[in-house]
């Protein structure tokens, strides 16, 4: 990118609540149909109009690019278990960006670059993506599950196969000389 095409700086009056190891990578104004504001990359995560948070790069299920509008859906918490969190699709939020520069880009690579191990695994009754993500600050990696629809998720037989795929995924994963 030349010199002169280059974005202007984030206003500050647009500017998140930033951590203090937290830096901007990307922004775009947006539009979501409840009113405008602007949708910012971090290092960290992406700043969405409307909440008064960061969505860390690894709580986001899905990102789609359309040409002109993002589309996020982020992850849903829905239980804790021993070692891995069962996670559902959050409600999805599209917003249309006005001149999204690198923003989309910068959406993809680091969601992308956030997974480190993903499968679809088959479990009584059903199918869940049990997924490894590495989160910035934090050693290791996060585990996650998320179920297909339909999968009976309170089921023993269910939560013990879950229970098998995650250690197993772990035990794959895990370097032999730690």
Sequence with gaps: MGLFNRKPKLPPADRPPLAAEERVLAWAGAGNGEGDGVVVASNLG?????????????????????????????????????????????????????????????????????????????????AARIAARRVPGVDGLTWTVRYDPGTPVDDEAVTAETDHLVGAARAATTPADV
């Design 46 to 126: 992406l700043w969405l109009p409307g909440r008064g948070h960061r969505l860390g790069w690894h709580d986001v299920l899905k990102a789609v690019w359309s040409g002109r509008e993002l589309t996020v859906t982020p992850a849903e918490r829905v239980a804790e278990r021993d070692g891995y969190l069962v996670v559902a699709d959050g409600p999805a939020e599209t917003y249309l960006l006005l001149d999204p520069g690198e923003l989309p880009h910068q959406v993809r690579a680091r969601v992308t670059r956030s997974v480190a191990y993903t499968a679809h695994q088959p479990v009584p009754g059903g």
